[in-house]
């Protein structure tokens, strides 16, 4: 089987074929800015893009009638449990709308539709970062208001997942396992019997700081920055998101720079590093109490899980949970392929959008 997989971002479009899990080819269409200032917003780029993956899949041999399926990198949808899903009339009119929120990766499921329309074939998206799975105890805040959300890594958390269950020789469903993303954002999820029961908000939320993004703040302080002389609302944001974490720290959000600076003798970047692993491990320690302490085993993931002094601070601190498995990076085309390859395996297991109500915990 022939799979098309396009992952679209802000300023390139990932696209892969793969056959039987493994790649014929894999490249990353850049666009220049100049091309795409002359959209007034993403989702206008959509012939733009299309056509530069038909000349790319031209130059490659590859022919739509190929194919049996597409599938793209899930955008923003409402929540929906993680799983693979059929795209259609009402997905891509929410995502076309940007009903909720406009991101590049909105047009993964629009242009999978595109090319895989005029064969017949499925146009899939599978785990995209709304996937919200979370118990209900898991919703509450602390006020009313304000409810807690699920956004994270799902793509990679699921796929991470599965490839720990095929090692440990159980089925997904019968396991409990705390899963830690660590890239741009840190998400660490408590996975219970094939569903993520709890996962700190990745984006903007609570969790640990990464090399972008402030994580849970002190609330008071928060407010003390919203009421400051000059405060704006775009400027508090980036705070939280952007240039938070090590970049607020340290200057700059590149791992490797910081291990650079580490090996230099630079003691203010080490500490920073070490605080990082520290918040992380705490986050692992609440999800094992999220599963009541039965944990089969914990996963790091992620780009920074290259680094292996990171990956063996926070080990050391969670290792009393259970086994620690590694699997640094983070494969989106894979895991995209590996989807849309268990969904053919089993249409009945593909799922329609918008999902029903009953199947999501409120």
Known sequence: ???????????????????????????????????LARFASVMDQ?????ETILK?????????????????????????????YAVGPEMLGDLRSCRFGAHASNLGAILAHDLAADSGIPALIAD???VD??????????HPDIKRRSIFHALNHKAVARRVARELGRPYEDLRLIVAHLGGGVSVGAHELGRVVDVNNALDGDGPFSPERSGGLPAGDVVGWCFAPGAREADIRRRITGEG???????????????KRILGGDETAREV????????AKEIGTMGAVLGGQVDAVALTGGLM?????????SARVAFLGPVIIHAGEDEMSALAQAALLGLADPHSILSYPPRPQTVST
């Open 133 to 142: 799975e979370l118990g209900p105890l898991a919703r509450y805040s602390g």
């Open 56 to 84: 790319t899949l031209q130059r490659q041999g590859i022919l739509l009638a190929d194919l049996e399926a597409v599938i793209g990198r899930g955008g923003l949808l409402r929540p929906m449990p993680g799983g693979v």
């Open 245 to 259: 974490g090590l970049l607020a720290y340290l200057g700059t959000a590149d791992g490797v720079a910081v291990e």
């Open 306 to 314: 290259h680094d292996r002094e990171l990956a063996r601070l926070i």
């Open 46 to 50: 959509e012939g733009f893009r299309r």
């Open 1 to 35: 089987m022939k799979i098309l997989v396009i992952n679209p971002g802000s300023t390139s479009t990932k696209i892969a074929v793969f056959t039987g899990g493994e790649p014929l080819f894999t490249e990353t269409i850049r666009h220049e800015a100049s091309e």
């Open 128 to 130: 995209p970062v709304v």
């Open 273 to 280: 590093r070490e605080a990082m692993a520290y918040q992380t």
